[in-house]
């Protein structure tokens, strides 16, 4: 099936770096970027549903030290949310004031979820969830795409959850009702999983995925690579050079 959307929902970043490698990322979800920990599949339902009530509350939020870990972000602070359970990890840069940061934050958490609700409610949309963590029976997957269905009120929503199963003989597919399929596979790199899930079986999956406009997203990213490429082209100097390039980084980050 061909999807008008691709919306990843959690419950940790690879879910949107494998939706932005297979060029099927539109935009920045409210949850991309946010580590679930122990939140199950129901809970993002809850607060998708809910319309993200309670989410990045300021009074809610409390420090967490680093994890100690080699892919830790050591250019933002960490934050727990109490309220939602959720971990932000790339969100609040080192050295900013809490206060300054989240004003910065909130306002562009609020662009996101309200993108998000407005392009569920429409279409042909596929709501992907991966986790290594939470796992999910089939019944929980199936009243998880009703739920979101009766919300928005949109049939066509479908919901794709990959999960990282240790010790897993091979892969599995079942699809509990039309339009839900629980896709549980092997782990073959426990140190690659911990990152971005492991990628022979998520390139697999996510690669089988289509999407309206990949084309065209495909040759603007081509497109904004080359320009970064060639954008130190004329500094001599490396510093130079490498900051032009970043400079166009950060304006184009849905086409890196």
Known sequence: MTYDRVIGIGQYCATAMYLQRHVLRTFSSPLDWLWGGD?????????????????????????????????????????????????????????????????????????????????????????????????????????????????????????????H???????????????????????YDAALDAVLGDRRLCDSIYGGIRCRGRTLRRCRRTLVKLAVRLAGFFHFDPAARKAARERLKRRCPRWM
């Open 39 to 163: 939140l199950p599949l129901t809970g993002y339902v809850d607060l998708i549903v809910s319309g993200f009530r309670g989410f990045l509350q300021k009074e809610n939020l409390e420090p967490l030290g680093k994890m100690g870990v080699v892919y830790d972000d050591l250019q933002h602070d960490y934050y727990r949310d109490r309220g939602t359970r959720l971990i932000s990890m790339h969100d609040f840069a080192t050295g900013v004031p809490f206060d300054r940061a989240f004003a910065e934050e909130r306002a562009k958490y609020d662009r996101r979820i309200a993108r998000f609700l407005a392009s569920v409610r429409t279409g042909r949309v596929l709501l992907v969830y991966q986790t290594r963590i939470d796992h999910p029976d089939d019944a929980a997957v199936a009243d998880g795409l009703r739920r979101l269905r009766d919300r928005f009120g949109n049939p066509a929503i479908d919901l794709l959850v990959i999960e």
């Open 165 to 187: 199963v240790e010790g897993s003989a091979g892969l599995s597919v079942t699809e509990p009702v039309v339009g839900a399929r629980h896709v549980r596979g092997p782990v």
